[in-house]
């Protein structure tokens, strides 16, 4: 927290939870996938679901998957504006287990066909932490660079990850390592001090025993 | 940021430098960033403030219906020049009512420290600004006042309703609002965190009680009382009158407060106004 969390964000009202965070979680979800979102799932959970509508939750979600920002004027007219872009959503309501009160599950999909399933919660004062990526945990809240790392849940995975990185001059801040099941699959999310250039994130995804590599930053 | 007012003044007294400046610095060693760029920031805050209250509209209504019009009432009943309150107070509490509205119908407003609100700071510093001329630059000064001391109150208790109720909010909002009002006065570093302290005192225990879990009501108008409630805490401090409580123990004594707070009066919204007749037939309309 700065002082730009006290006076600030900037931001379409009425809630920096309920709105901005909910925003924040939608952008975030789409930097996550990469690509354009033209259908989206949306599963409200706890406080979202029972006073989002009238906190324009929904909208902002919405708007947040368009790519728009919290502070966006056009937050209340997203659903008009995703029905312009061709963007389907439809919402419906889950119960997450140990859930924070202010949470929602999305599944997106994309025109190449490719899907992202996200947990968010926010967690007030329009700051957000994502949860839970493709049904596996995490723990991140995409205030700094974060890589996203799907591997094969196999020896040397990790150091094979930060060698890369430490070779290109890129500190890591904090990691985490969560997986399925033993030899299933693993995702590594590491928040880095430095930007992460497209080479870089190239070179990782080619690693033996790397799925797939999601990076995320939200100053671009 | 900082987690002691009296850090604060210690700070500004062996450097000699001003409230802002030490948060400014702060800011700056804690971000890594240069002054210029740090000011920039927080100057840009300052002018969203004024964008959304030049922007308010008069016809506006929120989308439950419970919020909108009362803006543009005030403004005319200020204008005809015969509030109990006077013409200054009169304009505080207009600039308060409209951006409580403003927000509760989805218009950009800045959080500060929280949506709910909104009101607070701005009407305190705009009136301000009108009434004395102050360039931006000198209200952007008054800003890092106010972020100072919201920062302390986040860091000692809470911003939240949801955590310690509405003192959370609108307290920690006049708070702010106080201190910003008392700098711009020219009262040094010590008046500033009494009129802080002094403000949070008479908003100590009060409760988050929304109707229909909708920052709306009774949100939008208790902006003008913590704007109102500013005003006169600065004033107090101007005239040289000081907590008896120290300002950091008030702070905590907020803290207190909210964690002997019932959780039907952190804006689960089953207490309070939330709970009465009226607010519970508004809820099942919404429904």
Not at chain 1, 48 to 55: E, P
Not at chain 1, 68 to 80: A, C, G, T
Not at chain 2, 169 to 192: N, P, T, W
Not at chain 2, 221 to 246: C, P, T
Request: charged share 25%.
């Amino acid at each position: 927290m700065n002082i730009l969390d006290i006076i600030g964000p900037v931001m379409v009202g009425p809630s920096s939870s309920h709105t901005a965070g909910a925003a924040r979680i939608g952008q975030i979800t789409r930097k996550l996938f990469g690509e354009e979102v033209t259908e989206a799932k949306i599963y409200l959970h706890g406080s979202f679901l029972a006073t989002g509508k009238g906190h324009g939750t929904d909208r902002a979600l919405v708007a947040g998957l368009m790519g728009l920002n919290v502070d966006d004027r056009r937050i209340p007219d997203s659903f008009e504006l995703a029905a312009e872009r061709g963007m389907k959503f439809e919402f419906g309501a889950v119960n997450l287990q140990n859930g924070h009160p202010n949470s929602v599950k999305l599944e997106v999909s994309g025109a190449s066909g490719r899907k992202l399933e996200v947990v968010g919660i926010s967690v007030g004062g329009g700051r957000v932490r994502i949860s839970e990526i493709d049904g596996l945990r995490a723990d991140f809240s995409g205030e700094a660079p974060t890589l996203v790392v799907f591997n094969e849940d196999k020896p040397g995975c990790v150091v094979r990850v930060s060698l890369k990185l430490g070779l290109a001059g890129i500190n890591i801040a904090t990691m985490q390592v969560y997986r399925d099941a033993r030899g299933g699959h693993a995702v590594m999310v590491i928040e880095v001090d430095q930007k992460v250039p497209d080479d870089c994130i190239k070179d990782l995804e080619s690693e033996n025993g790397i799925e797939k590599v999601t990076y995320l930053c939200m100053e671009d | 940021m900082y987690e002691s007012l009296g850090d604060i003044c210690s700070r500004a007294e062996e450097k000699k430098i001003t409230f802002w400046e030490v948060i400014l610095e702060d800011d700056c060693v804690e971000r890594q960033l240069e002054r210029e760029a740090s000011f920039a920031q927080m100057k840009t805050m300052y002018l969203a403030m004024k964008d959304a209250d030049a922007s308010y509209d008069p016809a506006l209504e929120s989308r439950s219906g419970l919020t909108g019009r009362d803006g543009g009432k005030m403004e005319q009943y200020v204008n005809g020049g015969d509030t109990l309150c006077g013409d200054f107070i009169g304009r505080v509490m207009e600039k308060a009512v409209k951006m409580g509205e403003s927000n509760a119908c989805m218009k950009r407003i800045v959080a500060a420290p929280t949506a709910g609100a909104c009101g607070v700071v701005p009407a305190v510093l705009l009136a301000m600004q009108d009434k004395y001329g102050f360039t931006d630059e000198k209200m952007t000064e008054a800003l890092y006042v106010a972020a100072g001391i919201g920062g302390v109150i986040a860091s000692r208790a809470f911003i939240a309703g949801a955590q310690g109720g509405c003192q959370a909010e609108i307290g920690s909002a006049s708070s702010m609002a106080a201190g910003a009002a008392v700098y711009l006065r020219g009262g040094d570093a010590k008046a500033i965190s009494h009129a802080a302290a002094m403000a949070m005192k008479n908003l100590l225990g009060l409760v988050c009680d929304p109707v229909a879990g909708l920052v709306e009501v009774p949100c939008v108008k208790r902006n003008v009382s913590g704007a109102v409630v500013a005003l006169a805490a600065a004033d107090m401090a101007l005239a040289g009158v000081y907590s008896r409580i120290e300002p950091d123990e008030v702070i905590d004594a907020m803290r207190e407060v909210g964690l002997s707070m019932p959780a039907c009066m952190r804006e689960t919204s089953e207490g309070g106004l939330a709970a009465t007749p009226t607010g519970i037939r508004a809820k099942e309309r919404l429904q």
